[in-house]
């Protein structure tokens, strides 16, 4: 699976989009792209997933450059209870040759929504 | 919608004692990850099954053995328990071979902490 880059850390306003960048330029044709993100001792919660077009649902957009390249989640209007680390997760489905379906961890990004 | 349902939720343990984990994936989902996090680090993968088989291993300790049975439930078994093996462990499930790629959705975690 490619591996992500994401920055360490990243502050937010209350109310203001959150935009949080993922680097993923050495993604093969197949792989997804997976949000997910951990508030403080909780597990890990799905945000969202695309693998070519952007997705919107009912938490977050997911941004997906046209090479594929690099990914932008955003939160349209950040509250403080979004305040979590952020993993962006590149994977390659078992239905499209992938060896298994776990998630491989990064370090994320921490986002914090200030009041 | 029913989660994933981890027990105990916290579980103190003496060194060198053995501990199990119990994991209730979400209904209908064949496949169970364990995870194990450890203070201040990021979610690490042990191990996952598909229909009660051993589909992948990651950096599972020797000392430590998981299954999965014919009701998809899934026990993580823990013996000659060290200090180190402190830690949140997350139960995960997911179907295995869905279209659009498959969500993985994670348990609100198990804490161990072993004195």
């Known amino acids: 699976d490619a591996k992500t880059t994401q920055p360490p850390s990243m502050d937010c306003a209350e109310g203001r989009a959150a935009n949080l960048p993922c680097n993923h330029s050495t993604i093969s044709g197949n792989e997804y792209v997976y949000w997910y993100r951990q508030i403080h001792s909780q597990g890990p919660q799905y945000i969202i997933h695309?693998?070519?077009n952007n997705e919107t649902n009912e938490m977050a957009s997911l941004i997906i450059t046209e090479d594929r390249k690099s990914s932008t989640l955003i939160l349209p209007h950040a509250t403080l209870r979004d305040t979590a680390v952020y993993y962006c997760?590149?994977?390659?489905?078992?239905?499209?040759?992938?060896?298994?379906?776990?998630?491989?961890f990064g370090t994320g990004t921490l986002l914090a929504v200030q009041p | 919608a029913a989660g994933v349902i981890q027990s105990p939720r916290h579980l103190i343990k003496e060194k060198r004692e053995t501990a199990t984990l119990k994991c209730y994936p979400i209904p209908r989902h064949d496949t169970v990850y364990w995870y194990q996090q450890g203070p201040g680090q990021d979610p690490q993968f042990l191990i996952s099954?598909?229909?009660?088989?051993?589909?992948d291993k990651g950096s599972i300790p020797d000392r430590f053995s998981a299954q999965q049975f014919s009701d998809y439930h899934s026990e993580l078994n823990m013996s000659s328990l060290e200090l180190g093996d402190s830690a949140l462990y997350f139960c995960?499930?997911?179907?295995?071979?869905?279209?659009?790629?498959?969500?993985?959705?994670f348990g609100e975690g198990s804490w161990l902490t072993v004195v």
């Open positions: 099954f598909y229909e009660k088989m051993q589909s």
């Open positions: 997760i590149v994977r390659l489905p078992v239905d499209y040759g992938g060896a298994t379906n776990k998630l491989i």
């Open positions: 695309g693998l070519k």
């Open positions: 995960a499930s997911s179907l295995f071979n869905p279209p659009k790629g498959n969500t993985i959705y």
